[in-house]
């Protein structure tokens, strides 16, 4: 392995979050206020998620891994059920099913799309089965349609497609819940964050009780899952900005699309449901190799999943991810790069190829 040294003035890194004034000025408002822990800006937070996405209730929550966590406790998800869930997708969702003592059954991908294969899920299905986490992952939507049909409740994993959209509907309307994560690096951020978002009213009522501890009067078990005023002031000046970064990426996007078109690798076709969180390439080789080289040619690519989950868990027979797995690489994409680095980042790769 190299060492990445992340902090290396050359080296053009993987991701990085797109902050500014606004951003400065709207969280020194918050701590000027005094008030700094879940409060006004949360619900304005809540409020301009749920309207921007067209949903009735948002719920804001400290990270991605606490929404799916506390919504599968909502959904009354525990032992001796069972979730599917893709393999090729980060470890969080893993740990949210384990939190509750469900069983994770994972689900093969389709190798173009890298979204769930719905027919591989379709055979995964028993009487035990109480949902689908359903990543749209890398920031493309998944067969949404082809996923429904099957009556079992949807949780849409929105946490690399936030303001992404599927046959001109906003994505996390049409599970039963949909969940968000604002890590730093995500398509926004409050620097860890995330949100629940349901048209049911119950599951909100549960969702809202589950939360926080405090002030109850009965007992029964409950997180400390809030977001802070700080974490929202941020939210609200990024959701805004949201539309500005999508556009950007997709123009990143149609610019690697147009300068790595003669390279034998097969590139991420462009779509209105897709929104280039991540600009995945199927290198048709292991990428361990190519990885070390764009490195020492100052660009910080990655695998986009670091591990897929059946290898966490041992099992055998997911031969689709275990080969995007080894072929597929993450080139740096965010809005705050400029044309200028996306073309070395071509370049790079483009030398990387000829062996240069
Ligand atoms: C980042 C991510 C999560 C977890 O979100 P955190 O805020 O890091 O807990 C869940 N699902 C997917 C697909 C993610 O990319």
């Not at 709207?26 to 800006?41: D, F, L, N, P, Y």
């Not at 390439?281 to 292991?286: E, F, K, M």
């Amino acid at each position: 392995m190299v060492n990445m040294d992340t902090n290396s003035p050359d080296l053009i890194p993987h991701s990085q979050p797109m902050l500014g004034a606004a951003e400065i000025k709207k969280t020194a408002e918050v701590i000027g206020s005094g008030q700094i822990a879940q409060g006004r800006m949360v619900a304005e937070f809540e409020t301009a998620i749920a309207d921007r996405m067209g949903i009735h209730s948002a719920l804001a929550v400290s990270s991605g891994t606490a929404a799916l966590h506390m919504t599968l406790v909502a959904m009354g998800i525990a032992a001796g059920d069972e979730v599917i869930m893709p393999s090729f997708v980060c470890s969080a969702l893993l740990h949210a099913v384990s939190y509750v003592g469900a069983a994770p059954v994972l689900a093969e991908i389709d190798p173009v799309t890298y979204c769930m294969d719905p027919g591989d899920v379709k055979n995964r299905i028993t009487a035990r089965t109480r949902a689908i986490i359903v990543p749209h992952i890398f920031g493309r939507a998944a067969d949404l349609n082809a996923l429904l049909a099957f009556g079992v409740p949807l949780i849409e994993d929105c946490a690399q497609s936030t303001g992404g959209s599927y046959a001109g509907r906003s994505l996390g309307s049409f599970g039963h819940a949909a969940i968000f994560s604002f890590y730093a690096t995500k398509v926004m951020t409050t620097g860890e964050g995330g949100m629940i978002v349901t048209g049911s009213h119950d599951l909100f009522e549960r969702l809202y009780d589950l939360r926080d501890y405090d002030n109850k009067d009965d007992y029964h078990l409950r997180f400390n899952y809030k977001m802070t005023d700080l974490q929202a002031a941020l939210g609200l000046c990024q959701l805004e900005r949201l539309p500005e970064f999508i556009g950007r990426r997709r123009q990143i996007a149609a610019q690697y699309n147009r300068s790595l078109a003669e390279l034998p690798l097969r590139l991420p076709r462009e779509s209105s449901d897709h929104i280039f969180y991540r600009y995945v390439i199927d290198a048709g080789q292991d990428v361990t190799p190519l990885i070390e080289t764009l490195y020492n040619k100052g660009v910080a690519c990655t695998r986009p999943v670091y591990k897929p989950l059946h290898r966490f868990l041992n099992l055998k027979g997911y031969p689709k991810t275990d080969n995007a797995w080894r072929n597929s690489l993450s080139v740096p994409l965010y809005p705050a790069l400029s044309d200028r680095r996306v073309d070395i980042v071509c370049s790079a790769l483009i030398d990387a190829f000829k062996g240069k």
